[in-house]
């Protein structure tokens, strides 16, 4: 996995859920705190999700074959969904079902002290965790939003974990709130209420994950920015005049499809035309590193066909890729 691919982030993240998971089970089994059950499997889900996305990075790093010629650059994005299912499906559901249940019979908690200090370890670990993943995609980030980079990121680790991470840090907040408040009133519907938030946190956020996900498995585009750096390369001004429509999409994260119809004169020879279609393919790689399939056709331009083509379509549709 390349480095954009967050792989420190996801170690992290690995070594300090497993660690904390060990502890939270260990606080569960002394105080019977149903938040702290519910964070237990939480944090081994989040293991389970870092382990598969470093399987999906391992995977995707596989030579192209004649049944997938163009690589296995996706399994990237296939492992990042089934993150969002796990993350849903084992932390989100089973910390709702566990709440429902704390609230309908509660209790109070017996060694509270297990919980509270188990908890205040986690937010330590699980900052340690974020904070490596804020630093790696402020690397990637720009300045872009971080709204923006969850959802643009072509990559899917660092979005993962940067999810899952600040989803933690919130429901150990939500599970310390719990704790502390069935001490406080000695009545244990707190830490079911508790439990139930964590829970609808963790579904929220496996949500967004999923649909994110859910996108690039369906094939996006290359971005704004690295669209006009293609388009731009393209067209030297001697023999290719111009773009006359052009298609992008990503293999994998660092992996991009070109496909784009230009324009030639018509008196140029196939030689010349064939040496202009080589020095544009150099040029859009050295313009856009990751463009590593790159399909060009040469088409004679006719404007007056072209302005009744683009009377009843949408131009913005045959020039930006999208």
Same mark, same amino acid.
């Given at each position: 996995?390349?480095?954009?691919?967050?792989?420190?982030?996801?170690?992290?993240?690995?070594?300090?859920?497993?660690?904390?998971?060990?502890?939270?089970?260990?606080?569960?089994?002394?105080?019977?705190?149903?938040?702290?059950?519910?964070?237990?499997?939480?944090?081994?889900?989040?293991?389970?999700?870092?382990?598969?996305?470093?399987?999906?990075?391992?995977?995707?790093?596989?030579? %192209? *074959?004649?049944?997938?010629?163009?690589?296995?650059?996706?399994?990237?994005? /296939?492992?990042?969904? !089934? +993150?969002? &299912?796990? @993350?849903?499906?084992?932390?989100?559901?089973?910390?709702?079902?566990?709440?429902?249940?704390?609230?309908?019979?509660?209790?109070?908690?017996?060694?509270?002290?297990?919980?509270?200090?188990?908890?205040?370890?986690?937010?330590?670990?699980?900052?340690?965790?974020?904070?490596?993943?804020?630093?790696?995609?402020?690397?990637?980030?720009?300045?872009?939003?971080?709204?923006?980079?969850?959802?643009?990121?072509?990559?899917?680790?660092?979005?993962?974990?940067?999810?899952?991470?600040?989803?933690?840090?919130?429901?150990?907040?939500?599970?310390?709130?719990?704790?502390?408040?069935?001490? %406080? *009133?000695?009545?244990?519907?707190?830490?079911?209420?508790?439990?139930?938030? /964590?829970?609808?946190? !963790? +579904?929220? &956020?496996? @949500?967004?994950?999923?649909?994110?996900?859910?996108?690039?498995?369906?094939?996006?585009?290359?971005?704004?920015?690295?669209?006009?750096?293609?388009?731009?390369?393209?067209?030297?001004?001697?023999?290719?005049?111009?773009?006359?429509?052009?298609?992008?999409?990503?293999?994998?994260?660092?992996?991009?499809?070109?496909?784009?119809?230009?324009?030639?004169?018509?008196?140029?020879?196939?030689?010349?035309?064939?040496?202009?279609?080589?020095?544009?393919?150099?040029?859009?790689?050295?313009?856009?590193?990751?463009?590593?399939?790159?399909?060009?056709?040469?088409?004679?331009?006719?404007?007056?066909?072209?302005?009744?083509?683009?009377?009843?379509?949408?131009?913005?549709?045959?020039?930006?890729?999208?």
């Amino acid at each position: 996995m390349s480095a954009s691919g967050g792989t420190k982030a996801i170690v992290a993240a690995l070594g300090a859920n497993l660690a904390i998971a060990a502890a939270k089970f260990v606080a569960f089994a002394f105080s019977g705190s149903s938040s702290m059950l519910a964070e237990g499997v939480h944090s081994i889900a989040d293991s389970g999700n870092q382990g598969l996305l470093l399987l999906g990075g391992k995977k995707a790093k596989r030579a %192209a *074959t004649a049944e997938h010629p163009f690589g296995y650059g996706r399994e990237r994005y /296939i492992y990042g969904f !089934l +993150v969002s &299912i796990v @993350l849903f499906t084992i932390g989100g559901v089973f910390a709702l079902y566990e709440g429902y249940e704390k609230i309908h019979e509660p209790h109070e908690l017996d060694n509270w002290f297990w919980p509270v200090g188990v908890l205040v370890f986690a937010i330590i670990a699980e900052g340690f965790s974020f904070r490596t993943a804020i630093k790696e995609s402020n690397e990637l980030r720009g300045k872009q939003t971080w709204t923006q980079f969850v959802r643009r990121a072509k990559a899917p680790e660092l979005p993962v974990v940067l999810l899952e991470d600040f989803g933690a840090l919130v429901g150990l907040v939500l599970a310390l709130g719990g704790v502390g408040l069935t001490l %406080a *009133t000695g009545n244990g519907v707190w830490d079911g209420i508790g439990t139930m938030c /964590i829970g609808a946190l !963790l +579904v929220l &956020i496996a @949500l967004v994950l999923a649909a994110e996900t859910k996108s690039l498995l369906l094939g996006e585009a290359a971005g704004p920015e690295q669209v006009a750096k293609i388009r731009e390369a393209i067209v030297d001004g001697e023999v290719v005049t111009r773009v006359i429509h052009m298609r992008t999409l990503h293999l994998g994260p660092e992996e991009l499809l070109v496909a784009a119809k230009i324009a030639v004169r018509n008196d140029d020879t196939a030689a010349q035309v064939a040496q202009a279609i080589d020095a544009a393919e150099a040029r859009i790689r050295e313009a856009v590193p990751i463009a590593r399939v790159i399909y060009l056709e040469p088409d004679i331009y006719d404007e007056t066909a072209a302005a009744a083509t683009t009377a009843t379509a949408d131009p913005a549709k045959n020039t930006d890729g999208h």
